[in-house]
């Protein structure tokens, strides 16, 4: 009979899990126990950055990722990467250790108590198996959880003394299980949605990140030209992934976050059609019309919650690369008039310092071929994605959560799941700190992520808010000799701060190729950054 911690590790590999992140404590260290060597254990110097690092190893490689977190104060730590993985619709097995359980009812030290409660509003299940024996049920269990729609974390803890308790007999039979979660589109709500782009005389497609994540990446672009659509990027805060190359000439930009900017901006459509995103990721709050007069929405979704709390439209839920297809499929081509192209992206003149749009305009001269963005320079997003311009799948990752410390962690684990892709990953150097400790596993491990940090020595868009909510005289927005290169450098990644944009470009090239970790620090003017 199996040990459960032979059931489980047997599970771990027929679902592919053998990367598993993680921060150890004593009652952890049972599970780790007899480590076995096709099993890659990535130590994240907090459980903040191993959950951020797990999240962008799950969606980097499309598949669950496990995370392993020390008890109580290790899944306090997680919470903001858990929040963030929710948002991002990342499958994610969380476990947590626990005392043994002869311990718990007295509550010993470390015991989690009501251990469920911890992660229960952020994860999809939370559950403490009632024996051990049940143990490898339960992670089962949770995998297919974190993996149906809406993707998202799911949670498991894990008394310390179940490790080497006889597994139920019944476990092999847990594990031998395939669970196949795509459903299709009802394909009379397919026709009636055809019919309605085909009446429609000014539509226009709103591309959101599960276009990406569905592989729905090549009909969204088929859809979009057949019917010569107009394509706005779902507004950035939400928007994790991207849906539609920024490149292509239909591309329009990305929608604004607000609800009166996303009318005006929509003016004169009569159908807007919004693929793989909520309707919408709104912030912050600028009140006006939903929607423009005369304008009507149709939203695809495989989220159920994001079809129901949608303030207007109608909804079609199921997966959406699955009703892209259908659509393409359906849809004829059109005889509408294609709308004009964006204009090229200009990075206005040299400045010292350089602003952040003159360091993304170089960034994507030395961009290399299959390049991936991890991005968390809040308040130069909108820059980044105008001079870049990303054309390709699984090239973007962003905390649609918008809780800070998903950049740098995330970039580690996109950097494992995708070893032959060059990874960048652009921060604000406050949005360093709360996952500072990832470059110790960047060096330690040896992930050639090349950082690229921009130092405007503020909470630029904080301010940026302060001005939209008419806050005047608040403190704590200024970051001055914010030392990241130095902090980086102590950590073992190999470190420069450059001025003007000829240093720039070579320590970027260099950065690039260097297949090391590797960070350049950039000063840049203060402000917002918007094109
Ligand atoms: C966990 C967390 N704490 C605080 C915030 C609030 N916040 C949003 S943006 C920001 C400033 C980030 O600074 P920096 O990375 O330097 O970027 P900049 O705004 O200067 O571009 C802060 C503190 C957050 N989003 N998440």
Redesign the pocket.
């Known amino acids: 009979m199996a040990t459960v911690r032979e059931a489980a590790f047997e599970l771990f590999r027929e679902h592919g899990m053998t990367t598993i992140f993680g921060n150890p404590g004593s009652t952890e260290l049972p599970m780790l126990a007899e480590f076995p060597e096709d099993f890659l254990y990535v130590l994240a110097l907090q459980e903040a950055v191993a959950v951020g690092m797990a999240d962008g190893f799950a969606q980097a490689s499309g598949r669950p990722a496990h995370v392993n977190l020390h008890t109580a104060p290790g899944v306090g730590n997680g919470m903001?990467g858990i929040f963030n993985a929710q948002a991002n619709h990342s499958p994610l097995l969380v476990t947590a250790g626990q005392q043994v359980r002869a311990q718990m009812t007295m509550q010993a030290n470390l015991t989690n108590r009501e251990a469920t409660r911890v992660a229960h509003p952020f994860v999809k299940w939370s559950y403490e198996p009632p024996r051990a024996a049940d143990v490898p049920h339960a992670l089962a269990r949770a995998i297919h959880t974190a993996s149906l729609p809406p993707k998202g974390p799911a949670f498991v803890s894990l008394p310390m003394d179940d490790w080497t308790a006889e597994a139920d007999e019944s476990s092999t039979e847990a594990m031998d299980r395939t669970v196949e979660s795509r459903s299709g589109p009802d394909p009379e709500a397919i026709s009636a949605l055809a019919k309605r782009l085909a009446d429609a005389s000014n539509p226009v497609l709103v591309a959101g990140p599960d276009i990406d994540a569905s592989g729905g990446w090549d009909d969204a672009v088929g859809l979009a030209e057949r019917q010569k659509l107009p394509v706005f990027a779902a507004p950035a805060p939400g928007g994790g992934r991207l849906g539609f190359p920024e490149s292509h000439p239909l591309f329009q930009g990305v929608l604004p976050p607000a609800i009166g900017p996303i009318a005006e901006t929509l003016k004169g459509r009569d159908l807007v059609l919004v693929v793989g995103s909520s309707v919408f990721p709104y912030y912050p709050y600028i009140p006006g019309p939903l929607l423009p007069e005369g304008a009507e929405l149709v939203a695809i979704t495989s989220d159920p919650d994001e079809a129901a709390r949608a303030p207007m439209g109608d909804v079609i839920v199921c997966d959406v690369a699955l009703a892209l297809r259908a659509l393409v499929a359906e849809v004829g081509e059109t005889n509408r008039a294609e709308p004009t192209p964006l204009p090229e992206p200009s990075p206005g003149e040299e400045s010292d310092p350089l602003t952040p749009t003159m360091v993304h305009h170089t960034l994507a001269q030395v961009f290399p071929d299959g390049g991936i963005v991890v991005l968390?320079?809040?308040?130069?997003t909108l820059s980044l994605r105008n001079q870049l311009r990303l054309g390709t799948p699984g090239s973007y990752y962003f905390a649609a959560g918008?809780?800070?410390?998903f950049g740098l962690a995330a970039a580690i684990g996109v950097q494992l799941a995708q070893p032959d892709r060059p990874v960048l990953c652009v921060?604000?150097?406050?949005?360093v700190q709360?996952a500072v400790t990832g470059f110790w596993t960047a060096a330690a491990y040896d992930v050639p992520v090349t950082f690229l940090i921009?130092r405007?020595e503020?909470?630029?868009?904080?301010k940026w808010f302060a001005d939209v909510e008419e806050v005047k005289g608040a403190p704590g927005l200024d970051?001055p000799a914010l030392e990241v290169a130095q902090v980086a450098t102590a950590y073992g990644v190999s470190s420069k701060t450059v001025a003007g944009r000829d240093e720039l470009h070579e320590a970027l090239s260099t950065a690039i190729s260097s297949e090391k970790p590797e960070l350049v620090e950039v000063p840049v003017t203060p402000g917002m950054a918007l094109f």
Do not use: D, M, R, V
């Open positions: 903001g968390e320079s809040p308040s130069s918008g809780g800070l410390g921060l604000g150097e406050g949005s709360y921009l405007n503020e909470y630029a868009i904080l970051l």
